[in-house]
Structures are given as C-alpha cells and as structure tokens.
C-alpha cells in the first residue's frame, strides 16, 4: 500500500503558475505508472496527465498540453506537476494517483 501526499497548491491570479509535488511512500514508486487528476466543486474528475515509471513517457489531455508538466524523481519518490498560464477554470483540487491509490488533495485556486 502506497501513500500520497500532495502539496504546493495556493492562490494565484490568471496567467500565473505553480508547482505542485506528491511524495510517496510505502511502495516501489519508481516501478509505477503516475498520474495527476483534478476535480472541481459540481465536476466530474479529469485526469491531467500520465508518466511512465522511468519518467521517459508523459501524456497530457488537449485541455492542459501546452500549460502543464509532469515529471518525476524516482530518488526522491517524488511527482511533480508544473502548472503554467493558469486559468480561471484550472480552479480545482488537484490530485496524485497511482491508480490504486490517491492523496487526499492540494488546492489550486486561480482569480
């Protein structure tokens, strides 16, 4: 069992950025597929982005390509997601996922 910790969301104007992280612990995290996925207050729950275990392969959806990163320190155990010309709609909890197991949240609002 694997636990996710999320955090570096806050508060930013549009157009600004952030750079959000999750550590891991308790499992292999460097043999695992990671992903990122957000949910917004009324919204359904999007995934924002994928990376193979060895952090060589990303995936992002058409709505984010461009404006977020994901990356990963397989040393550290750690997961990182750059977010770049935020958006009023970027405005949601962001979350880490392994597809097994999800953090409990870090918060981005964008105004």
């Known amino acids: 069992h694997v636990q996710l910790v999320e955090s570096g969301g806050g508060s930013v104007q549009a157009g600004g950025s952030l750079r959000l992280s999750c550590t891991a612990s308790?499992?292999?995290?460097?043999?695992?597929?990671m992903g990122w996925f957000r949910q917004a207050p009324g919204k359904r729950d999007e995934w924002i982005s994928g990376i193979s275990a060895s952090g060589g392969t990303t995936y992002y959806p058409h709505s984010v390509k461009g404006r977020f990163t994901i990356s990963r320190d397989n040393a550290k155990d750690t997961l990182y997601l750059e977010l770049n010309s935020l958006k009023t709609e970027d405005t949601a909890m962001y979350y880490c996922?392994?597809?097994?197991?999800r953090g409990q949240g870090t918060q981005v609002t964008v105004s």
């Open positions: 308790g499992s292999a995290f460097s043999a695992s597929c």
């Open positions: 996922d392994n597809w097994e197991n």
